[in-house]
């Protein structure tokens, strides 16, 4: 595994490492249309990193009449599978012999620290190009059951062009978890990172190339919401859209397709995870340990952190001292030091919308036990202290919205039937996780549970062989596993009379 050991090994990866600032259209990196480019800048001290180009719709026609024009002739779409698995196969080895590059770039880009870069990105990444690389040629399509003298088929065919719309928290594995199932099926792709974190998108997209992928089949247009997302969102041509990032969002792209080709539309719109501990929980140290981790994990910037912990009452006063013990352990710190735990928040305004959060939680009268201010403003860049609320109720504002930073809300129950309430009382539906020792209770509580994913005396367990999505207003659809490739398809029923 990827690991830096030295500060000094990252400073030698990062002063080889070129940052592109082009958009990636048909083969090319080229300027936007209009020639506009957008500051983009480094969270970890608040300066300028480069200029990228700011795409907008005459970019985003370019990029779709390429990946048009390249899906209908068959280059990618009408190629053998064991020809397309060959190519997807070179594209995941060619991002793995550049890992230590790509992991030092998301670091500078978005601010989490280079050992979950290492540690976490870059193998998820790999491992979800691979196993996309090898579904090519390894689903079978359907027989019906009808009688001698019919025949019926039941296929699966591309879908057309792709646009896929992708946040900033984890920039790459967000982007190929569409991207790369979206390709193994044959189609064409446009991509537009988020604004904040463009740089590890261009740079993949330009491995993709060396790696045999054709012009036009992978495009990449760096630049903002309202106009290269909007865009996409609104374009004729595109024939599925892709989504992860806020409910808000997710929604315009519900209403950019009924206002233009109903084109379909499949979201991940984050989360409000509830980590239940019951009375029973077989190991309090090592719940506490996992709910701390995973809250403070990539800066609690993750649609599935465990924000809200929900504890029955006979083990809460044990369990919170050794939460705000193992909190104790964990600081913000320059993201580009191997030991530092916790990095900079994206940006300053997602870093003052986190402040503000924290002082919504405090006019509502929880309690702030850790933390609860910005930190290192030595560094110049966003940083906000690990932050724990107790004594909240589940209908203050910081138990139900999703704040999407370093801040964990702690809510009393009195037993199972509480806790489960609790937990599905949310206009969310993505993840939870149950602690108990008692097999029938994870059974029965995990079935009630209202959510994408339920993870038992764990977090965040599974892989990319198990779909992952919400409930409610997490969204629709599932990334990860065969099941991601429905978004990607259309599928097909062919009937003969023999
Ligand atoms: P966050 O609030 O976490 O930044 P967003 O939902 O705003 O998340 O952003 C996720 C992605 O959606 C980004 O790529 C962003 O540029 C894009 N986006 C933001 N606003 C719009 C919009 N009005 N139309 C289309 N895309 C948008």
Same mark, same amino acid.
């Given at each position: ?272 995870? +509830?980590?239940?501990?019951?009375? $029973?929980?077989? @190991?309090?140290? =090592? /719940?506490?340990? #996992?709910?701390?981790? !995973?809250? *403070? ?108 930073? +370093?801040?964990?809300?702690?809510? $009393?129950?009195? @037993?199972?039937? =509480? /806790?489960?309430? #609790?937990?599905?009382? !949310?206009? *969310? ?70």
């Amino acid at each position: 595994m990827l690991d830096f050991k030295t500060r000094k090994e990252v400073d030698a990866v990062l002063d080889t490492t070129h940052l592109i600032g082009k958009a990636f259209i048909n083969g090319n990196f080229v300027d936007a249309v209009s020639g506009e480019t957008f500051d983009n800048v480094s969270p970890r001290d608040g300066k300028v990193l480069n200029q990228v180009a700011s795409c907008d719709s005459p970019d985003v026609d370019l990029a779709v009449g390429a990946a048009r024009k390249v899906f209908e002739a068959g280059t990618w779409s009408d190629m053998e599978p064991k020809e397309r698995k060959k190519v997807m196969l070179r594209f995941a080895q060619a991002f793995a012999d550049n890992a230590a590059e790509l992991a030092v770039l998301e670091t500078i880009d978005m601010g989490k620290p280079i050992a979950e870069s290492t540690g976490f990105d870059v193998g998820a990444v790999y491992e979800c190009l691979q196993w996309y690389a090898e579904w090519c040629d390894k689903v079978y399509d359907e027989i019906a059951p009808s009688g001698p003298n019919s025949l019926g088929m039941i296929t699966r065919e591309a879908i057309g062009v792709v646009g896929a719309v992708t946040p900033w928290n984890f920039p790459m594995l967000m982007s190929m978890w569409k991207v790369a199932p979206a390709l193994a099926a044959g189609n064409s792709v446009i991509l537009k990172p988020a604004e904040q974190s463009p740089l590890t998108a261009l740079r993949i997209a330009e491995l993709a190339a060396e790696a045999g992928v054709p012009d036009g089949v992978f495009n990449v247009l760096p630049g903002f919401g309202p106009t290269a997302g909007q865009s996409i969102g609104m374009h004729m041509d595109i024939d599925a859209l892709v989504f992860t990032g806020s409910g808000e969002i997710g929604k315009k792209f519900l209403q950019y397709s009924g206002q233009s080709n109903m084109k379909r539309v499949w979201l991940e719109c984050g989360g409000k995870t +509830p980590f239940i501990v019951f009375n $029973d929980c077989k @190991d309090i140290g =090592e /719940a506490a340990e #996992t709910v701390t981790n !995973s809250m *403070f994990f990539n800066q609690g910037e993750v649609c599935v952190a465990p924000s809200r912990l929900i504890v029955e009452n006979g083990i809460r006063n044990e369990f919170m001292s050794e939460v705000r013990a193992a909190a104790s352990k964990i600081s913000a710190g320059d993201p580009l030091n191997p030991d530092t735990k916790m990095g900079a928040m994206v940006d300053e305004n997602q870093m003052n919308r986190v402040l503000d959060y924290i002082k919504i939680g405090e006019n509502e009268g929880a309690e702030i036990t850790t933390g609860g201010n910005r930190a290192n403003l030595n560094i110049g860049g966003y940083y906000i202290e690990p932050t724990i609320f107790e004594g909240v109720r589940n209908d203050m504002r910081i138990a139900q919205e999703e704040i999407f930073g +370093p801040v964990l809300s702690v809510i $009393d129950v009195t @037993d199972v039937d =509480e /806790a489960v309430r #609790t937990a599905n009382d !949310s206009q *969310f539906g993505l993840a939870a996780s149950v602690w108990t020792k008692d097999l029938s209770k994870a059974h029965q509580v995990s079935r009630k549970l209202r959510s994408g994913s339920v993870w038992v005396n764990c977090f965040d367990g599974g892989d990319i062989t198990m779909p992952f999505g919400g409930y409610k207003q997490s969204g629709n659809g599932r990334d990860r596993s065969a099941h991601a490739l429905d978004k990607y398809t259309e599928l097909k029923s062919t009937w003969m009379e023999l």
